[in-house]
């Protein structure tokens, strides 16, 4: 078994700990696996291991490991920022966008959907964090933009997303997610039939599955450190 192969199944293991210590089904956390800045061969090492989702955070990274794995029946995952020049190619080459925080993304991703693939699922990133250098919505205007983004065609809303800011403190990371949770409760109560709470990673999963995550977005802990430099 390889070194991908065994970590993935210790996250996977790990997950559905998290779910039952929560009083949750195992298979109500699914896993995306963020293979940014790792070559197609170790993605391949992970689909071999079972896992079938991956997230990209770079689009033309991300185009060139989708041309490599063609062969395989990946679901690709955008993760992060978009700028408005990447909304074509990210709507027609994923099935999922985790990180619309503006309604002029979304209405560009709607409009660039081809009509031979199926709705776009869309997560709307939140800074339930506060901080002035993090993307996403703040947790007020999250209402207005799941109402204008929830009517677009072709685009079909899932649910909420954070990056929380990084920190040791559990109780800090508890509040950060139990925002988001609340905040898709609160949808959901207006009318909204959300089913998707994008949130945790490497370090902090367990926490999020706690607070209610549906997908943990994991990394490091599958495919190891990234090596920054040579970017």
Known sequence: MTTIAQRSQVILTQ???????????????????VSKMH?????????????????ENYLQEALEKQMALADLPLIWHFIGPIQSN?????????SWVHGVDRLKIAQRLSEARPESLP?????????????SSK????????????KAVVVLPKLKLRGLMAIPEPTTDVTLQHQQFRMLHDLMSAL??????LDTLSMGMS????????EGATMVRVGTAIFGERNYSEN
Do not use: W
């Open 188 to 193: 959901n109560a207006d009318g909204l039939a």
């Open 203 to 210: 370090h902090d999963f367990a926490v999020a599955i706690a």
């Open 119 to 131: 709705p776009l699922n869309i997560c709307l990133q939140v800074n339930v964090s506060g901080e």
């Open 135 to 146: 993307s996403g919505c703040a947790p007020e205007e999250v209402a207005s933009l799941a």
């Open 39 to 55: 070559p197609s061969s170790m993605v391949r090492e992970a689909y071999l291991a079972g896992l079938r989702d991956f997230g």
């Open 86 to 94: 990447k909304t074509k190619p990210i709507a027609e080459s994923f």
């Open 15 to 33: 997950i559905a700990d998290a779910a039952r210590n929560a009083n949750r089904q195992p298979n109500s956390v699914s896993l995306v696996a």
